[in-house]
């Protein structure tokens, strides 16, 4: 059963640009946009941002000597300069720490402080309840396959970028 405003119809049947269809971009921007906010408000008395969240926790589930701000970038799909600032604002509040990196003179290692350990505990609570409370909209037996499926859908667009900067070189 659909969820409440949202009828059942045969778009499928219209063309995929055709005014009278849902359309891709703006429900996947729309999911962000609502998750994103939700989240903030739900973690603002934490004092860190959704952003950095994904910084403690891509650096928690990673390396344990700690994780480069290129493999960052890649891992969190965002650009460099995002990322620098981001760990920059980080960094100054003792979320994080850089160290040389052993192999590479120019690169650093990143790693979470035990401060940014706990805030990353404290708002993990929050990021789980808030996917469970989300995600309940579906039926239990198909969320798994709701998120296969959106990881499929974030690889081909990950994909259509590569493929689209290697033909304007």
């Known amino acids: 059963m659909p969820p409440p405003g949202i009828a059942k119809n045969k778009s499928f049947l219209l063309p995929v640009d055709a005014p009278e269809r849902r359309r891709f971009p703006p429900l996947l ?3 962000w946009y609502n998750l994103n906010q939700t ?13 950095q969240f994904t910084v403690m926790r891509t650096l928690n ?3 344990p000597k700690g994780l480069t701000q290129r493999e960052l970038t890649e891992i969190m799909s965002s650009d460099p300069n995002t990322i620098a600032s981001l760990l920059e604002r980080m960094e100054s509040l003792g979320l994080v720490e850089r160290k040389p990196h ?7 290692r990143i ?3 035990p401060v940014g350990r706990r805030k990353y505990e404290e708002v993990r609570d929050i990021a789980v309840s808030l996917q469970t409370e989300v995600l309940s909209i579906l039926p239990e037996e198909k969320r798994e396959e709701f998120l296969e ?21």
């Open 29 to 31: 921007r729309k999911c």
């Open 39 to 51: 989240f903030r408000r739900r973690i603002a008395h934490v004092g860190v941002t959704p952003d």
């Open 61 to 63: 589930e990673g390396n």
């Open 102 to 108: 052993e192999k590479d003179r120019r690169a650093y």
């Open 111 to 113: 790693s979470l402080r």
């Open 149 to 169: 499926h959106l990881a499929l859908v974030a690889n081909a667009c990950r994909f259509a970028s590569e493929k689209s900067t290697s033909r304007s070189k």
